[in-house]
């Protein structure tokens, strides 16, 4: 799994992970069943640490993007069932739509760029040729 991650950035690495693997399954880069890397190789792959991976592995958990088992390791669950969407998703949304309000947008102007956005990132992974992120 290919992560493109900014050191430089002020967003947390485990926040840059989930965020990344948030949508890679939305854009079907990431599919329901397919297996996740385990802790300690993406670390390695990334080049970060451990518990760094854990962290955004626990977020993904509790958010119910991904499930682990013992046996199977860290199984993608996209189509089982819509995990509710996140309060803070819902205020980050909040805050977005304000912005677009402030900056002169619309309702309709609004929507259609909403919908412009959402047309790219289903289009993401045929880009992509489906490879993983």
């Known amino acids: 799994m290919l992560l493109q991650l900014d050191f430089e950035s002020e967003t947390p690495i485990y926040q840059q992970i989930r965020n990344q693997i948030v949508i890679g399954i939305a854009s079907g880069a990431l599919r329901g069943g397919e297996r996740l890397p385990t802790i300690r190789a993406l670390a390695e792959e990334s080049g970060v640490n451990m518990m760094t991976v854990s962290k955004a592995y626990q977020l993904l958990r509790q958010e119910g993007y991904i499930r682990a088992d013992r046996r199977s390791g860290t199984i993608v669950c996209a ?19 304000s912005e677009l309000r402030l900056a002169g947008m619309d309702e ?19 880009e992509n040729g489906g490879k993983p992120i």
């Open 108 to 126: 309709e102007e609004s929507l259609a760029l909403c919908r412009r956005l959402y047309g790219e990132s289903r289009c993401a992974a045929r």
């Open 79 to 97: 189509g089982e069932g819509r995990p509710p969407v996140p309060a803070k998703t819902m205020e980050t949304l909040r805050l977005c739509l």
